[in-house]
């Protein structure tokens, strides 16, 4: 269901009258399938995020995708995009830029990195040290960058899509907790069905998916969509479900570091995103639940029992999900 099409006579759809912009997230997420086959889910997640003005962490083992998602993401927008290999020996200024001196001009000019960009692809971000994953952390949460000391603006809209592989593998460095902590959402994509797997067998053979696909949006019908998404309703009793949610994982026996107040800021607004692909003005405690793994689970630490126990972040979370109770919307 594309983003403000759906209609009821109780008056449960978005209105209409935005032109383009309302149709595009339709378009974008077409655009996005016709190169990953069968993960619809992952793909509305992720649009789910773009939509939140949020960032996406893509974790899972090599070969599944996890590139070929956020570069199909990428080319299906039409607007500025870059991609960064992280390296062991990447550094920091390599992402957000440095500053040149020209001798014949005797005057320094700033050589911006390729995070200024509308959508930045971090292709296995834990391959590179902490302390250039740390380059990132401001221009995740401020949207601007400081070098040299000077403090320069990023361009709306502006999302960061990491893939990474687990962190058991070899050449990996963990994500520090406040980099996971400033990406709103982590998806997984997963091995194919089969018959997904035949398709793209088909698909692969001549040339790659990604070599036809067009942009589908602009960066303009992106910024309005997400100032859409911002006037979505949320009522008293759905927010304070929401507190309700984030305040369990602090006080769950099963963790040692519950959500932060910003991963409750990350659900409110990925759901108001969520309501809006599902053609709603208002948010449900539905949108919130089928968001909380996905949203919470990346920033939890389990306990050393749990650990034992082999009890993932994302089985704890359903779990939350599964017994706190749900309170009246209103």
């Given at each position: 269901m594309s983003l403000g099409t759906r209609q009821n006579t109780q008056g449960d759809g978005l209105p209409e009258g935005d032109g383009g912009v309302i149709t595009a997230a339709e378009r974008i997420r077409e655009a996005v399938e016709s190169v990953i086959e069968g993960k619809p889910d992952v793909v509305r997640i992720a649009l789910t995020v773009l939509l939140a003005e949020g960032h996406l962490l893509i974790e899972d083992i090599p070969g599944v995708g996890k590139t070929m998602l956020a570069k199909a993401l990428g080319r299906a927008i039409d607007c500025s995009v870059q991609r960064v290999q992280f390296t062991p020996d990447l550094l920091p200024a390599d992402i957000t830029g440095v500053s040149v001196y020209h001798q014949d001009r005797r005057a320094f000019e700033f050589n911006p990195g390729p995070v200024f960009a509308n959508i930045v692809l971090g292709d296995e971000i834990n391959r590179a040290s902490p302390k250039t994953q740390s380059a990132l952390l401001e221009c995740m949460e401020e949207m601007q960058v400081s070098v040299d000391g000077e403090t320069r603006p990023l361009e709306r809209p502006f999302m960061v899509v990491a893939t990474q592989n687990p962190a058991d593998m070899e050449g990996t460095y963990p994500l520090p907790e406040a980099?996971?902590?400033?990406f709103m959402a982590r998806i997984a994509v997963g091995y194919p069905t089969p018959q997904a797997e035949l398709d793209m067998i088909d698909a692969h053979s001549a040339e790659s998916p990604l070599d036809t696909l067009r942009s589908a949006a602009t960066a303009a019908d992106v910024h309005g969509m997400v100032d859409r998404v911002k006037t979505i309703h949320v009522a008293p009793g759905v927010r304070r479900y929401a507190v309700d949610l984030v305040t369990a994982t602090r006080t769950s026996s099963a963790l040692r570091?519950?959500?932060?107040?910003?991963?409750?800021?990350?659900?409110?607004?990925?759901?108001?995103?969520?309501?809006?692909?599902?053609?709603?003005?208002?948010?449900?405690?539905?949108?919130?639940?089928?968001?909380?793994?996905?949203?919470?689970?990346?920033?939890?630490?389990?306990?050393?029992?749990?650990?034992?126990?082999?009890?993932?972040?994302?089985?704890?979370?359903?779990?939350?999900?599964?017994r706190l109770p749900i309170p009246n919307p209103r």
């Open positions: 980099q996971r902590d400033r570091l519950g959500a932060s107040p910003r991963a409750t800021i990350h659900l409110v607004r990925a759901a108001r995103a969520y309501a809006a692909l599902e053609g709603r003005h208002y948010v449900v405690p539905d949108d919130l639940q089928a968001l909380a793994v996905p949203v919470l689970a990346h920033r939890l630490l389990p306990s050393p029992e749990a650990r034992m126990e082999r009890r993932a972040p994302e089985q704890i979370v359903s779990e939350i999900v599964a």
